[in-house]
Each structure stands twice: as C-alpha cells, then as structure tokens.
C-alpha cells in the first residue's frame, strides 16, 4: 500500500470541493484504488501528462472534475491538483 501526500495546492483545492459530497464520494473512492496501488477504471480515462506536469498523472473523477497525481518510484502517492481543465491547465 501507498500512502497519499497532499500538496499544499491540492489542499487549497481540496477546501471548493468540499461542500459537495457526491464529487468527494467520487474521489475518495479513486483515491483508496491508489492508496492499494489497484489499476484506475478505464472510465476515469487514466493518463500521463506533459508540459508543466510531463511525469505526472491524470484522471477524469466525473466530467469536468480532475486528479492530478505523482506517482514516483517510492512507497508516496503526491496529490497536486484537484479542479477543471480550465483551472489546472490556464
């Protein structure tokens, strides 16, 4: 198992979401498939990143609602972002 290290950004993203507890629901469900190292469904369109992120992971938790994670070779998961495309990627 792997723990999961929140940044300080993932944090202050954190704190928009968590008012609504069917997006949470959502994440914490993908977040303990990452906790177990278990594979991220296929309908959560699981992938790689480049640019700012290149090494960096990526999937939809619903709709327009990201997780962006790092996954280095080590027993820590680190969750960097949570948001929309339009505010991770602007």
Same mark, same amino acid.
């Given at each position: 198992?792997?723990?999961? #290290?929140? +940044?300080? !950004?993932?944090? #202050?993203?954190? #704190?928009? @979401? ?7 629901? #959502? ?8 906790? !177990?190292?278990? /594979?991220? /469904?296929?309908?959560?369109? /699981?992938?790689?990143? +480049? ?13 327009? @609602?990201?997780?962006?994670? @790092?996954? /280095?070779?080590?027993? *820590?998961?680190?969750? *960097? ?7 991770? @990627?602007?």
């Amino acid at each position: 198992m792997k723990k999961l #290290k929140p +940044t300080s !950004q993932y944090k #202050k993203d954190y #704190k928009r @979401f968590r008012n609504n507890p069917r997006k949470l629901k #959502k994440l914490f469900d993908i977040l303990e498939l990452l906790h !177990q190292e278990k /594979p991220i /469904p296929k309908e959560n369109r /699981p992938h790689p990143l +480049t640019g700012n992120y290149a090494g960096h992971m990526e999937c939809h938790i619903e709709g327009d @609602f990201l997780l962006i994670w @790092f996954d /280095p070779d080590s027993d *820590v998961i680190s969750l *960097v972002r949570l948001g929309s495309h339009s505010e991770l @990627f602007c």
